[in-house]
């Protein structure tokens, strides 16, 4: 299978206008696979119910979650890891850095080497 991707046009950030415009190829998705489709997914390659298989990944979330606001990085396996970022203001003295100077967090996901092996040899298609 391939990877489908569109062509849009975009200008530079910053730059009142748009400055010049470049064309990128952009990634079209293709539907989204729900928790439920997961869960019926995987229920048709193993032997284990779809409420166990429901139960255990919901409680994934809910462990991730924990762990995530607990500072953890969350390890998944083959899938990849999940850990929070910060972006805070920058300050003169390190005392004067604090909670306040905090201006957003994230959580980064980081592929696993079967993700970007997959990455890496991927056939695209434009659309």
Same mark, same amino acid.
């Given at each position: 299978?391939?990877?489908?991707f569109?062509?849009?046009?975009?200008?530079?950030?910053?730059v009142a206008?748009?400055?010049e415009?470049?064309?990128?190829a952009?990634?079209v998705?293709?539907?989204?696979?729900?928790?439920?489709?997961l869960t019926?997914s995987?229920e048709?390659?193993?032997?284990v119910?779809g409420a166990?298989i429901?139960a255990? !990944?919901y409680a994934l979330?809910?462990?991730? $979650?924990?762990?995530l %606001?607990? @500072?953890t990085i969350?390890r !998944?396996?083959?899938?990849?890891?999940?850990? $929070?970022?910060l972006s %805070?203001e @920058?300050?003169?003295?390190?005392?004067?850095?604090s909670?306040?100077?905090i201006?957003?967090?994230?959580v980064i996901?980081?592929?696993?080497t079967?993700?970007r092996?997959?990455?890496?040899?991927a056939?695209?298609?434009?659309e």
């Amino acid at each position: 299978m391939a990877i489908k991707f569109k062509v849009i046009e975009r200008g530079q950030p910053g730059v009142a206008g748009g400055g010049e415009k470049k064309f990128y190829a952009n990634p079209v998705m293709d539907g989204e696979l729900s928790l439920n489709d997961l869960t019926k997914s995987i229920e048709k390659i193993c032997t284990v119910s779809g409420a166990d298989i429901r139960a255990v !990944l919901y409680a994934l979330v809910d462990v991730s $979650v924990d762990s995530l %606001s607990d @500072g953890t990085i969350v390890r !998944l396996g083959d899938l990849g890891s999940l850990r $929070v970022s910060l972006s %805070s203001e @920058g300050k003169a003295k390190a005392e004067e850095v604090s909670a306040a100077a905090i201006k957003n967090a994230s959580v980064i996901f980081t592929p696993s080497t079967r993700i970007r092996d997959m990455l890496a040899s991927a056939k695209f298609k434009k659309e």
